[in-house]
């Protein structure tokens, strides 16, 4: 059974590591939004992809076939988020934040929580939500999709055509990386750099399973950097990891944070 509370003697470790970086990395997946209420992909009961079939949703293809199913399936997930609350964890992230030089924050996920609890350097390597853009052009949606809705609280399984693009009548997709797509370029670019002129990492929730995100912490390690993992569970990454917590999101970065401010300020 995979612990929520992370051993002490580990967060002490990440600590020193920590205490000693001027430039952080944070790359985040699923598993940092679940104590928010947001669900994971690949948790065997309650991960998304344990519900749905990703092949039917999570592709350029699968969107041509039945675009209603596919964007009101996302539009579904933007509601849901809107109504969550960054856990406490967002919040330990942005109060640490002021110890360093800078802090980038690599995000999988596609919720927008980073933002919203303030983080300052947010890169959305997946995507997000909450930007939908027409399919042949790229045109940006300038309305909230979720007025498609009427303000009603959304169904499963209710249905929405998407909306046509009102430059070139292209239909409005999700602004996510679907499988098979190229990652947004910038973003790419600055998360690579990040990792690799990175003083330490925090890997916080992801199963490292997904490529190209998942070369991140190894570029980290390879600069000779120091990689921490939060996971409550055994990833790829924990091989070769110098410090992993097995807890939780919320309660390992919220012990961190209150650790690093104690050992800082006893100078
Ligand atoms: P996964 O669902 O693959 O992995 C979630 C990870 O979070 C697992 O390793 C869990 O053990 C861990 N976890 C669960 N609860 C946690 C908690 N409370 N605190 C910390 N960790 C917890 O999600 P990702 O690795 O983010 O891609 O998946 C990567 C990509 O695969 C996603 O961005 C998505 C998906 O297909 C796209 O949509 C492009």
Redesign the pocket.
Known sequence: MPSDTPDPGAIAAAVRILQDARKLAVLT????S??SGVP????ELT?LWATFN?TEL?TESAFRRNPARVFSWYVTRLSRVRDVTPHEGYLSLVTMERHFDRVVVIT??VDGLHTRSGSRHVLEI?GSLERFRCLDAGHPYDRDVLELADGEEMDDGEMFEPPLCTECGSPVRPG???FGEMLPESEVELAWQAAADADAMLV???????FP?ADLPRITAASGAKVIE????V?PISSYADVCCRG??ARALTAISVELEHQLSLG
């Open positions: 997946g699923a598993g940092m679940q104590e994971t992909f690949r948790d991960g990703p999570a999988q996920n997946h996510v990386v679907w916080v929730g992801t199963s490292a399973e997904v995100a939060i996971n409550p569970s990833t939780t999101a």
